[in-house]
């Protein structure tokens, strides 16, 4: 009795531990060719997304707002979809009626211009337009 009492404390002492896991560096300061982010093929993704979710759709500002959070979710879902490794992605979407006026949507940021990229595309129908923009950021 005495040898199994010792083996529960034992035991449990054991259980209750926890292993700390400790990573090294990997030292990837940039991405291989073939996991870089590419534009054309997020901008594909972007239009798919875009096209499918917006097609029947009229401009209404109330729903504009629920659409842009739809969007950037649906669009970022479907980007790390393709697989690429190390990378932030950045979704941003602006929706606005269709009124014979004119819009700039500009961005700026600080990044590497040797791994970083960005791909946008531009939806338009009779009623609103949408300008999906993502953006890829690498992680070192």
Known sequence: ERGAR???EGGSAAMGEQHVHVW???????P????????????????????????????????????????????????????????KIIVQVVIGEQASQGIRVASKCLWDVTADNWASYTYQ??????????FGCYYE
């Open 6 to 8: 010792a083996a529960r």
């Open 24 to 30: 090294e560096n990997t030292y990837i300061m940039a």
């Open 32 to 87: 291989k060719d073939e996991e870089k982010f590419l534009p054309s093929r997020v901008a594909d993704t972007i239009e798919r997304v875009m096209t499918d979710y917006l097609k029947d759709k009229e401009y209404y500002p109330e729903d504009a707002k629920m659409w842009t959070l739809d969007l950037s979710n649906e669009i970022k879902a479907a980007v790390k979809e393709l697989s690429i490794p190390r990378y």
């Open 125 to 134: 129908n009779n009623s609103l337009f949408a300008v999906g923009m993502v």
